[in-house]
């Protein structure tokens, strides 16, 4: 099986006011002659480490089964910050979003050939970081092409986020969540219902017409369930 790289690499974001690291992987056939589709990952290195990513994408390019995709994982310095970051009610969380589509995204179709258009430019996440993913492609809808959310945290932000989408043929929607996430244990103490409020935003979803794909899996909140799903993500996003 042929192997990609990582390569890690910083960025000085002026809207986060610090230096961010990136984790960029780069498929092993990987030219610049070649134009390639992006995937940025909040929570990027959990993508890498528990999603076990770099090695389905090497599958999946055995396979012959996607595009040519250059990973952009984004890893968070701190479970508070992440927390400041992803959230809907952060203090960071605005500032967060401005870094990924005027900071990060630039940067990356400046340093690697990318189509440099919304459907060859995806978003992923789980849980908080599917929360922020999904209100970054809400924000600037004719920047991303398709989002993927493995079990996001939805509250009413979120949900006036999807609302307030004037185009919902803008980009497609990945989303899944686990029959058991109805007692989720959170980063600030609290016990929170997953499951009910995803299912209302994927009625939202629905409602808005937006191309999606929605599934509930019968796990809990966990990378054990996510990191199953990963495929069957990747080749909706990305699939040839």
């Not at 961010?20 to 990987?30: D, F």
């Not at 480490?49 to 310095?77: D, N, S």
């Not at 960071?92 to 050939?113: C, G, K, M, Q, W």
Request: with cysteine; net charge negative.
């Amino acid at each position: 099986m042929k192997k990609g790289r990582i390569n890690e690499l910083s960025l000085q974001s002026q809207a986060l006011g610090e230096e961010m690291e990136l984790l960029v992987y780069l498929p092993e056939n990987y030219s610049d002659l070649y134009k390639h589709s992006v995937l940025i990952a909040s929570d990027g290195k959990d993508y890498f480490q528990y999603g076990r990513m770099t090695r389905l994408l090497e599958k999946l390019y055995e396979e012959e089964a996607i595009e040519r995709l250059i990973v952009v994982g984004v890893p968070y310095k701190s479970v508070s910050e992440r927390r400041r970051m992803y959230h809907p009610d952060g203090d960071r969380n605005s500032d967060y979003i401005r870094f990924i589509a005027h900071e990060l995204v630039p940067f990356i179709d400046t340093e690697f050939p990318t189509y440099q258009m919304a459907a060859g430019r995806g978003l992923i996440g789980d849980s908080l970081a599917a929360t922020v993913s999904l209100m970054t492609a809400c924000k600037y809808p004719h920047s991303f092409g398709k989002v993927v959310c493995h079990s996001p945290y939805v509250d009413g932000q979120v949900m006036a986020a999807v609302e307030s989408v004037s185009d919902p043929a803008a980009f497609d929607i990945y989303q899944v969540i686990g029959t058991g996430e109805t007692e989720v244990p959170t980063t600030n103490g609290e016990i929170d219902d997953f499951l009910n409020p995803n299912r209302k935003l994927r009625n939202l979803i629905e409602k808005k017409g937006f191309s999606s794909f929605y599934e509930e899996f019968d796990g809990k909140h966990t990378w054990k369930f996510w990191q199953r799903d990963l495929e069957r993500a990747i080749r909706f996003a990305f699939g040839k």
